[in-house]
Every structure is written in C-alpha cells, then in structure tokens.
C-alpha cells in the first residue's frame, strides 16, 4: 500500500508559477514510477511528467520547457514546478505512483486555475 497526499494547487494568473508536492507514504520502496496527471473538464486524464526509480523523466510536449518534475527522497515527496502556466493548465492534477507488479495508487488531486 502506497499513500500519496497532493499539496500546492491554486488560482494563478497567466504566465505565473506554481509548485505541487505529492508525499508519499506506505511501500514506497516499490515505486518504479512516479507521475503527474491531470484532468481538465469534459477531457479525459493526461499524463504531464513521470519520473523514474532511476531519476529518468519524461514529459508531455505541451508542457516541456515549462514544467519540472523532480524528487527529494529524503522527504519521500516528489514536486512538479509549473512555469509560465497557461489557462489551458487549468486542471486537476493528481499524483500517480506505479509500482512493481503494476500496482497504481492515486492521490486525491489539487485543483490549478490560472487565470487569463
């Protein structure tokens, strides 16, 4: 059992910045992948950046060069620093851990408007 809990969503005006946090807890020893998704009304689930066991990442290409994800394991938290977002970020974005065997566990979600 994985338990992710997402912090750091808001209302920001266009070209502004925001900084999500997913902590997890649980077996995260068995964390393969950790990712960001989010969700817009009316559309369906989007995967926005993944980072690996080994530090590996990868994003989707209408956010790259904008947004970052990264880890401080230490903290056994990963963040994902939003920039220069646009009104089309506006979503839900949910913390998503994939483990060995391909278990899934999701956060609760964070809500990101920004603003024209």
């Known amino acids: 059992q994985v338990q992710l809990v997402e912090s750091g969503g808001g209302l920001v005006q266009t070209g502004g910045s925001l900084r999500l946090s997913c902590a997890a807890s649980?077996?995260?020893?068995?964390?393969?992948?950790m990712n960001w998704y989010r969700q817009a009304p009316g559309k369906q689930r989007e995967l926005v950046a993944t980072?690996?066991?080994?530090?590996?990442?990868n994003y989707a290409d209408s956010v790259k060069g904008r947004f970052t994800i990264s880890r401080d394991n230490a903290k056994n938290t990963v963040y994902l620093q939003m920039n220069s977002l646009k009104p089309e970020d506006t979503a839900v974005y949910y913390c998503?851990?994939?483990?060995?065997?391909?278990?899934?566990?999701w956060g609760q979600g964070t809500q990101v408007t920004v603003s024209s």
């Open positions: 649980g077996s995260i020893f068995s964390i393969q992948f």
């Open positions: 980072i690996r066991h080994d530090d590996a990442t």
């Open positions: 998503n851990a994939l483990l060995s065997g391909y278990k899934t566990y």
